[in-house]
Nanobody, 123 residues
Framework: QVQLVESGGGLVQAGGSLRLSCVASGRTFDGYWMGWFRQAPGQEREFIGCITWSGGSRYVTDSMKGRFTISKDSAKDTVYLQMNTLRPEDTADYYC????????????????WGQGTQVTVSS
């Protein structure tokens, strides 16, 4: 059974940092891109960026580049989303997902999704 399990969310003050984790299991993800997304209350899901399972390539959308970075620990089958200088508008549920296609991920399409972890940024 394929599972993507996010963790690391919580309440943080504006200006603070959080690191979200996504542990992947249940199959080999060679050839997959691991993406991060977020969905704020009442808004559509938003693509943050992605990284190859090998960790060799990564991409973060321009709007979040500089504050958000994506990395991977191959030994732990875990993908991370490091979020710095958090703002109240970063409050959302954050999801990881896996797909072989970056265009698919950018369209919020993926073979596998995690259940999400909630991030709340207080002002």
């Amino acid at each position: 059974q394929v599972q993507l399990v996010e963790s690391g969310g919580g309440l943080v003050q504006a200006g603070g940092s959080l690191r979200l984790s996504c542990v992947a299991s249940g199959r080999t993800f060679d050839g997959y891109w691991m993406g991060w997304f977020r969905q704020a209350p009442g808004q559509e899901r938003e693509f943050i960026g992605c990284i190859t399972w090998s960790g060799g390539s990564r991409y973060v959308t321009d709007s979040m580049k500089g504050r958000f970075t994506i990395s991977k620990d191959s030994a732990k089958d875990t993908v991370y989303l490091q979020m710095n200088t958090l703002r109240p508008e970063d409050t959302a549920d954050y999801y990881c997902a896996a797909d072989r296609s970056v265009p698919n991920l950018s369209r919020m399409q993926a073979d596998y999704w995690g259940q999400g972890t909630q991030v709340t940024v207080s002002s």
